[in-house]
């Protein structure tokens, strides 16, 4: 009561400590690249993140319907405002005793003791802590980020303290003799929210920045974009992607991000998009006017074909041995044209021994197909990519061969398949109420997705076309 002075200055210490605190816990909404310090630049783009994080919380409702995701926590529904630049507050915990809980996120190369001392705790007080079974152990191998939390009333005794022990967030009671222990309950929080970046260098490298985890960049890649951007060739630094994604966030912090819902990539002012639904219980990839991405490959190679051979055991027609068929053989006359049986890219254009001139196309996930006996090729290359039904060469005799055929081979990992197994119906558009649902459900997530690159990418000249929408209207501008 009479020490006026060491209160002061105490109390400016905490209040230094909360403003510190505060800052720091922008920082931890934001999971990548983050190398422990932060540049003007980067605080620019954490605190826009943060924002848009609290922004888009419960963004895309019809989403989390339709996958019916494993964890649901409840969401906040709130009405979607102008972003506030800045974090918006600290997580204070209960505060049953009153709003003295001190938050403080450990930095690199602080020490348990400094912060101690920084906040000035009665030393009858931390003695008793540091006796309390494990806290002192904790205490040494704090690690930058970890929080710790005092309940310190200014000039008072050192009420609580509230720690992470093996993973599990423990709080000390110390108003009593004896220290109660009670366990802090961890406030999980999912959110949908949009990720938006540009392609920069490289689209790994900017898509991890923004928070998307190598399977996203996989779904991304291989099932929604795999037919309609060339990742090699046909993205320019300055083309935008976004992705909407649920993020599951422990104690603010990220620790879990769902399959990418909706995707855009802008490039050449062109919109490519994509949507997961469920049909028949069973999640898959639309384009915006509800067709599978999930493309099957062409039932015949070749049109008018006859099947001379089928797959399995048989004698060989040359050698006379018995041996496996390893595919199928299409009877047909010397020049007629042979497709890609799916959208692949070119693995190989050549000899192939006794297979004489052959092709063989990689399908993505493991599939490959192989076409033999070729008079000759089309005009391909290795490493080109081509659409299903694109003419890869001309049946033919050549190699081990008793006339003009095509023999097919259908691979998956490595292993032979038979072709006409692998060949499944495609299937049919969603139509309907299932395609009114999903439109819907489309349009609502299109539109969270130009609202948020119009802030992310405001000042730019806004080039997202609006092909994949029916109107395409924006509604309000929210640039501010
Ligand atoms: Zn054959």
Redesign the pocket.
């Known amino acids: 009561m009479t020490q006026s002075s060491p209160r002061d200055a105490r109390q400016q210490k905490l209040s230094a400590l909360r403003a510190d605190a505060l800052r720091r816990y922008a920082g931890l909404r934001i999971p990548a690249g983050f190398n422990g310090r932060w540049t003007r630049r980067q605080w620019a783009h954490a605190s826009l993140f943060a924002s848009i994080i609290a922004l888009l919380g419960a963004l895309v409702p019809g989403f989390d319907q339709a996958l019916a995701l494993p964890t649901h926590a409840p969401r906040a529904s709130m009405a979607l405002t102008l972003p506030q630049i800045g974090p918006k507050k600290v997580v204070a915990g209960p505060t049953r005793k009153g709003d003295s809980w001190q938050v403080v996120n450990v930095r690199a190369g602080e020490t348990a003791s400094e912060i101690f001392k920084q906040l000035d705790i009665p030393q009858g007080d931390l003695a008793r802590l540091l006796k309390y079974p494990g806290v002192n152990m904790e205490m040494r191998r704090l690690r930058p980020g970890a929080e710790i939390a005092f309940d310190l009333p200014p000039g008072g005794p050192l009420r609580g303290f509230r720690y992470t022990r093996i993973g599990e967030k423990v709080e000390l009671d110390m108003t009593g003799e004896k220290i109660v222990e009670t366990a802090v309950p961890q406030q999980v929080d999912v959110r949908t929210v949009v990720l938006s970046g540009t392609v920069g260098d490289s689209l790994f490298e900017s898509a991890r920045k923004v928070g998307l985890t190598t399977q996203n960049l996989k779904e991304l890649t291989d099932d929604i974009f795999k037919y309609s951007v060339d990742f090699d060739s046909d993205l320019d630094n300055n083309d935008r992607f976004s992705v909407v994604v649920d993020q599951t966030w422990k104690d603010g912090k990220l620790v879990d991000t769902g399959p990418v819902l909706a995707a855009t990539i802008t490039t050449d002012g062109k919109l490519h998009s994509g949507f997961l639904f469920e049909r028949d219980g069973k999640p898959g990839y639309y384009t915006a006017d509800g067709r599978s991405l999930e493309r099957a490959f062409i039932r015949m190679p070749i049109p008018y074909a006859r099947l001379t051979?089928g797959f399995g055991g048989r004698r060989h027609p040359v050698l006379g041995r018995f041996r496996m068929?390893k595919?199928?053989?299409y009877a047909a006359g010397t020049g007629t044209p042979i497709m890609a049986a799916g959208d692949a890219r070119v693995k190989s254009v050549g000899w192939h021994g006794g297979y004489g001139k052959a092709v063989e196309l990689d399908h993505g996930q493991g599939k490959t197909t192989f076409y033999?006996h070729m008079s000759r090729f089309a005009k391909i290359r290795p490493g080109q990519r081509i659409t299903q039904g694109t003419v890869i060469g001309y049946v033919g005799s050549t190699g081990l061969s008793t006339g003009p055929?095509l023999?097919y081979e259908f691979r998956v990992n490595g292993a032979h398949r038979n072709p006409l197994s692998m060949m499944l119906p495609p299937p049919a558009p969603l139509s309907g109420t299932l395609l009114a649902q999903f439109k819907g459900e489309t349009k609502r997530a299109l539109g969270k997705i130009r609202e948020v690159e119009n802030i992310v990418f405001q000042g730019e000249e806004i080039r997202v076309a609006d092909a994949a929408s029916e109107k395409g209207k924006t509604k309000a501008d929210k640039r501010g």
């Open positions: 051979s068929h595919g199928v053989d033999a055929h023999h």
